[in-house]
């Protein structure tokens, strides 16, 4: 099984509460340049035992669009061997007519959304909340610095399989909780 997600990172870092003396308020410089993203589409791996997970990442200062999208794939696709159950969102980019054509024109992919606005049943976003706290309060000069950093992060993320097998419990545990009320509300 894989689970896919996108995300963004710019030049202003997410900031987070901090300690400092008292009297004197941390401050953190930024550039505000907004429109500079550095976008980012993450796989988790889960192998079909469920005892391997491993993660990778595509970074690209473009914008995420079905070209990016067929790309992120298609390394999917040489990563893994055999059947890929892929699990993602139904962002606009991933129901293109070059996308859903590619999918098709690969037997061993079968796709399934995730339902909307549901983002905690996703195990990815946990991994992108991970990396914003690691880079959370820094001030980065330039897209190149950010770039570095976040790959250095994330390089860090997947070296980790007990982080990596967090996620997947995280979105398990949500997705147990949500079924539990759901039982309970069932007319009789």
């Known amino acids: 099984?894989?689970?896919?997600?996108?995300?963004?990172?710019?030049?202003?870092?997410?900031?987070?509460?901090?300690?400092?003396?008292?009297?004197?308020?941390?401050?953190?410089?930024?550039?505000?340049?907004?429109?500079?993203?550095?976008?980012?589409?993450?796989?988790?791996?889960?192998?079909?035992?469920?005892?391997?997970?491993?993660?990778f990442t595509k970074l690209t200062r473009r914008r995420v669009n079905g070209d990016v999208v067929l790309s992120a794939l298609r390394r999917l696709l040489r990563e893994v061997s055999g059947p890929i159950v892929l699990v993602w969102d139904n962002a606009p980019f991933h129901t293109q007519r070059k996308v859903q054509n590619f999918i098709e024109q690969h037997g061993r992919m079968q796709v399934f959304n995730f339902p909307t606005y549901a983002p905690e049943l996703n195990p990815v976003e946990y991994m992108w909340a991970n990396a914003n706290a690691k880079i959370a309060n820094m001030a980065f000069r330039d897209?190149?610095?950010?770039?570095?950093?976040?790959?250095?992060?994330?390089?860090?993320?997947?070296?980790?399989?007990?982080?990596?097998?967090?996620?997947?419990?995280?979105?398990?545990?949500?997705?147990?909780?949500?079924?539990?009320?759901?039982v309970r509300r069932r007319p009789q």
């Open 1 to 55: 099984m894989v689970f896919e997600d996108e995300s963004g990172f710019c030049l202003v870092s997410p900031l987070r509460y901090t300690w400092s003396r008292r009297g004197r308020t941390p401050r953190t410089r930024t550039r505000i340049e907004h429109q500079k993203r550095l976008n980012a589409l993450g796989f988790l791996i889960v192998s079909p035992t469920g005892r391997r997970i491993r993660a």
């Open 143 to 182: 897209m190149a610095q950010l770039d570095a950093r976040l790959r250095r992060v994330l390089r860090g993320i997947a070296a980790c399989p007990r982080l990596l097998r967090g996620f997947i419990d995280a979105a398990r545990t949500h997705c147990e909780r949500n079924a539990r009320k759901l």
